[in-house]
């Protein structure tokens, strides 16, 4: 199958189905999220401390998402494979998509993701801290969000605080996100602001996993494009 084909194939993956399930996450995912924010209020310095430590959190867990799809990921999966893993395909074939994509399809994968944990925390909030409440909610909305900023990265034109956020290096910044875009596509994973993206591939952060999963776990290395 060429590339255009492969193209096609992928794109023709974004059903009514898939756009429903995006849907769908986003409104259980904010609901959960503004119940927990609202019954755990914190100081104002608890929330600048927590937000600080889930935006680095969530950085590598972009980048832990990104790379298992790109290495392992297979769209014929059940539930992630047309969802998460078609788009991370799609969007090497043809890294421009993302920009047609509107916000629902550009976000409802990665609000699909919190859902779990915040009804883990709901579950057992009880038995847990404020600050954990609070901190979860705050790495499920950077996390949520990622693929925004992710999108904001190949965007020509941004939003002039947009492209403030980029500069200060607070969200993803074009230049370092293009370098994942350099064939074979196997560095600088983490998208939600990128910076911890230099340490991990020093240390060879995501190669060592990717070990760890062909000869532990037997997992069979997708990465072709
Ligand atoms: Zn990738
Ligand atoms: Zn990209």
């Not at 769908?24 to 503004?34: A, E, K, P, T």
């Not at 591939?201 to 000869?215: N, S, V």
Request: hydrophobic share 45%; charged share 20%.
């Amino acid at each position: 199958m060429d590339k255009k084909q492969e193209l096609e194939k992928l794109r023709a993956g974004y059903t009514r189905y898939i756009r429903a399930f995006e849907l769908i996450s986003i409104g259980i995912n904010l609901v959960l999220s503004c119940y927990l924010l609202g019954a755990y209020p914190l100081s104002i310095w608890s929330y600048i401390v927590l937000l600080v430590m889930t935006w680095l959190l969530a950085d590598i867990i972009s980048g832990f998402v990104h790379w298992f799809a790109d290495t392992f990921g297979k769209v014929d999966w059940p539930i992630i494979g047309n969802t998460f893993i078609r788009s991370f395909h799609e969007h090497h074939l043809d890294p421009k998509s993302i920009t047609r994509h509107d916000w629902i399809e550009t976000n409802g994968n990665n609000f699909f993701i919190g859902i779990p944990v915040l009804l883990l925390v709901l579950l057992f909030e009880n038995e847990i801290s404020a600050q954990v409440v609070v901190g979860i909610c705050l790495l499920n909305i950077w996390t949520s969000l990622t693929n925004q900023f992710h999108k904001w990265a190949h965007q020509n034109q941004v939003p002039q605080i947009v492209d403030r956020l980029q500069a200060w290096r607070v969200i993803t910044q074009k230049s370092e996100h293009l370098v994942h875009h350099r064939y074979p596509h196997d560095r600088s994973y983490n998208i939600t602001h990128g910076r911890l993206n230099p340490l991990l591939d020093r240390i060879g952060f995501f190669r060592g996993l990717e070990i760890l999963g062909e000869k532990v776990l037997r997992f069979r290395n997708n990465r072709h494009i």
